[in-house]
């Protein structure tokens, strides 16, 4: 096994564009959507506690509407509020307190109190901006001062930043991910060293494992890299909770790509078939992820199909040990979720090119 990872190794350094085009993934491409690209939300999903005149609030909760947010959801208290946001089942959280209401009445300042997820800062700026116009039109309509106490959670400064390079961190994890280890074994068949490789003395399953943890490996490496390089030392992203957890989860993810990459590499004759499959798949698992948009945002058939995607359960991983400071314990259904996805992926990836050996 120790010489097939090394001869894995040697190939991969050896192939200088290969080694250019991961480190570039890791470093510029992550670096460049950090600082480049924006999200303008859709879909917000919203939920508020009515503590004041019922008639009031619902003029006021009557302007959020569709295309910008969902139809907002009333909770009991403030704290299964806090604890929807949390659980991501919510982006947005008003109260409408008895002091707001009965001030926004009579004439005094009114203070309305939102709570947003600011994980996906853009998203969560560009509804600050939404909320503050609503506002305003009343404070007009009825000349009376307001102004809204923002509470920022798990990303205070609202940073695009830090959400962007993980975004595209993980995106490009997927798809290197997809590509490197099929390419492994559509070299093989490129080359003309199939056969010889079948003559080796050394079982099929042994040779699948080696050659699909050569490249795990590789990824881990990348990983490491772009997280030292471009999360913590270009954008100083903040980390709450326990980095080997994140190393943890992305080593379950890397298998479970591996898992479909096998069913790449069984199929495909050329690494030029592996490039056009790779796109295929890989464009679904992020739409499906919530990478881009948050899963609350999306169609309940949708958010139904994301259950399927190992990129949904790293994401919410990765986002919940970074900004939520999540333990252990609390990321346990994600740990359980990648495992078992990774165990039957890689067992249809086995299956489908162990037919070849």
Do not use: C
């Not at 169609?299 to 790293?314: E, H, N, T, V």
């Amino acid at each position: 096994m120790s010489a097939i990872l090394k001869k894995e190794f040697l190939v991969f350094f050896r192939n200088v564009g290969l080694v250019i085009f991961v480190l570039y993934a890791f470093t510029m491409d992550i670096y460049i959507a950090g600082k480049g690209i924006k999200v303008t939300p859709r879909h917000v999903s919203i939920g508020y506690v009515n503590e004041g005149d019922i008639a009031v609030v619902n003029k006021i909760i009557s302007h959020f509407h569709s295309p910008q947010f969902k139809k907002p959801k009333l909770f009991l208290n403030e704290k299964s509020l806090k604890e929807a946001i949390y659980n991501r089942k919510i982006m947005v959280g008003i109260v409408f307190n008895k002091e707001f209401v009965n001030n926004l009445l009579s004439g005094k300042t009114a203070k309305l109190q939102v709570l947003i997820d600011s994980t996906a800062a853009a998203q969560a700026e560009v509804t600050l901006i939404y909320i503050q116009n609503i506002l305003l039109k009343f404070e007009h309509h009825l000349k009376t001062p307001a102004s809204i106490d923002i509470i920022k959670l798990f990303n205070p400064n609202a940073n695009t930043k830090w959400f962007m390079s993980l975004s595209e961190l993980m995106s490009d994890i997927t798809m290197l991910g997809l590509i490197l280890i099929a390419v492994v074994f559509v070299r093989e068949k490129e080359n003309g060293t199939w056969d010889i490789m079948l003559l080796m003395p050394v079982k099929g399953s042994l040779i699948i494992f080696a050659k699909i943890l050569s490249q795990v490996l590789i990824l881990m490496a990348g990983i490491t890299i772009a997280v030292g390089l471009i999360v913590f030392g270009a954008f100083n992203t903040p980390i709450n909770g326990n980095i080997f957890n994140f190393y943890l989860i992305s080593f379950l993810f890397s298998f479970a790509i591996g898992g479909i990459a096998l069913v790449i590499a069984a199929i495909s004759k050329t690494i030029l078939e592996v490039a056009h499959l790779t796109i295929v798949i890989m464009l679904p698992l992020i739409f499906l992820s919530g990478a881009w948009t948050p899963l609350s945002a999306m169609s309940p058939f949708i958010q139904f199909l994301s259950y399927f995607s190992p990129l949904r359960y790293y994401i919410q991983a990765t986002q919940d040990i970074f900004f939520r400071g999540s333990g252990f314990m609390d990321l346990l259904p994600y740990f359980g979720a990648e495992f078992l996805i990774a165990v039957i992926l890689f067992y249809i990836g086995y299956r489908k090119i162990g037919r070849l050996f």
